[in-house]
């Protein structure tokens, strides 16, 4: 089994930061990718940047110029530092991660989730 632990969620005024860190434990062999997502009330899940694990990022436009995704392969962690906050940033954001674990066996796990509230 691979386990995701995302912290670094809170409450941030407009125009603010804050970076979430994604950490993956268990029975892992490699990553590939990892993301982050983020759902917001009455909508659907969608993507705000993944990266791959040669480090090529990805980003939603909502995403682009404002937010940066990283990783530290040593650390089996993907971080998301976001700048220049809005309310519309207002979500749960959950981290995603794939590749394979013990025995060769595919896993693509998904964090708890962690609230991000962007208010005055």
């Known amino acids: 089994q691979v386990q995701l632990v995302e912290s670094g969620g809170g409450l941030v005024q407009p125009g603010g930061s804050l970076r979430l860190s994604c950490a993956a434990s268990g029975s892992i062999i490699s990553i590939d990718a990892m993301g982050w997502y983020r759902q917001a009330p009455g909508k659907e899940r969608e993507l705000v940047a993944t990266?791959?694990?040669?480090?090529?990022?990805n980003y939603a436009d909502s995403a682009k110029a404002r937010f940066t995704i990283s990783r530290d392969n040593a650390k089996n962690t993907v971080y998301l530092q976001m700048n220049t906050l809005k309310p519309e940033d207002t979500a749960v954001y959950y981290c995603?991660?794939?590749?394979?674990?013990?025995?060769?066996?595919?896993?693509?796990?998904w964090g708890q989730g962690t609230q991000v509230t962007v208010s005055s």
């Open positions: 990266i791959s694990s040669g480090g090529s990022a």
């Open positions: 995603n991660v794939a590749g394979l674990r013990r025995f060769g066996k595919r896993f693509d796990s």
